[in-house]
């Protein structure tokens, strides 16, 4: 078989103003929120190239598609990520993400529920606790943004 040559790349190869890079951040920021930059900052600081294929390959080319709206894609993906059972962290932000585009927790929690008949009981059950953990992050966050502005508002 004939050797194939590895195609090296070096940190600074990919330009972060390009359009695609540029439609990817677009795109995360409108599924991950305010934690948007910050995620693909602390992957950058591990790895350059997985965070550019992070934010070019899924964002700028899947997410951006028509086929489908932005709800089923995250409902898909916390399918995906439930029947995997191993992805909990990924797991988290795409409840998040999910619940950002539109979808209830009721229907987060039937999409976990209906994975029971693809990953089995263990695999479900850490999707379920897992996105117990993501409605309780949100549910504090909530609550300190209401005092804060409660706050303010008594100052003025």
């Known amino acids: 078989m004939p050797k ?5 790349i070096s940190a600074g ?15 995360i920021r409108k599924q991950l929120g305010p934690m948007a930059d910050s995620y693909i900052r602390n992957i950058k600081a591990l790895a350059p190239e997985f965070a ?25 993906t916390v399918a995906a990520l ?12 795409h409840i998040k993400a999910a619940l950002r585009c539109g979808a209830s927790r009721a229907e987060v929690a039937e999409i976990i529920t209906q994975m029971i008949a693809y990953c089995g ?6 999707a ?10 949100l549910d ?4 300190s943004g209401k005092k804060k502005a409660m706050s303010r508002k008594r100052r003025t």
């Open 121 to 126: 009981f263990p695999a479900a059950t850490n």
């Open 4 to 8: 194939t040559k590895s195609r090296k």
């Open 13 to 27: 190869t990919h330009d972060e103003k390009s359009a695609e890079y540029q439609r990817g951040m677009a795109e």
């Open 52 to 76: 550019w294929v992070n934010v070019t390959f899924p964002f700028a080319e899947l997410y951006t598609r028509d086929v489908i709206d932005l709800k089923t894609r995250e409902l898909c």
């Open 128 to 137: 379920l606790m897992t996105m117990k953990a993501a409605f309780d992050e």
């Open 140 to 143: 504090s966050t909530a609550k």
């Open 82 to 93: 439930t029947v995997q059972g191993f992805s909990l962290p990924e797991l988290k932000l």
